[in-house]
């Protein structure tokens, strides 16, 4: 699906020697995140996170928490304030911004 929406996507790579960019579900509020789920994900040269809740409930929360999207029960990091990104979350998997939906 999202490589039909823009083919240059990319799973980015994180080597051994780069633990800092390793997306841990340590570093995201609520319980529920799936442990190795956390993702890179490049999109038109602009890099966002992803990572999986067992529940759409708990991305949410999640999501609302950080300021962030979500879709089902995956959480997007640093897609906030970043217009492709924005524009690719909500075009290919309609993702909400919970902080918005509050407003």
């Known amino acids: 699906m999202a490589v039909k929406a823009d083919p240059t996507i990319e799973l980015v790579p994180i080597s ?4 800092e960019k390793r997306v841990l579900c ?12 956390g993702k890179r ?3 038109s040269k602009v890099e966002m996170l ?5 529940s759409p409930e708990q991305a ?9 999207w979500y879709a089902g029960n995956w959480l ?9 990104l ?4 909500q075009k290919v998997f309609n993702a909400k911004r919970p902080a ?4």
């Open 50 to 54: 992803t990572i999986q809740y067992e």
């Open 26 to 37: 340590e570093n995201y509020p609520e319980g529920g995140c799936i442990s190795g789920s």
């Open 76 to 84: 997007f990091d640093d897609v906030t304030n970043e217009p492709v």
């Open 16 to 19: 051994n020697s780069e633990p």
């Open 86 to 89: 924005e524009s690719f979350v």
């Open 41 to 43: 994900i490049r999109v």
């Open 60 to 68: 949410r929360n999640a999501a609302f928490q950080i300021d962030q």
């Open 100 to 103: 918005l939906l509050t407003e």
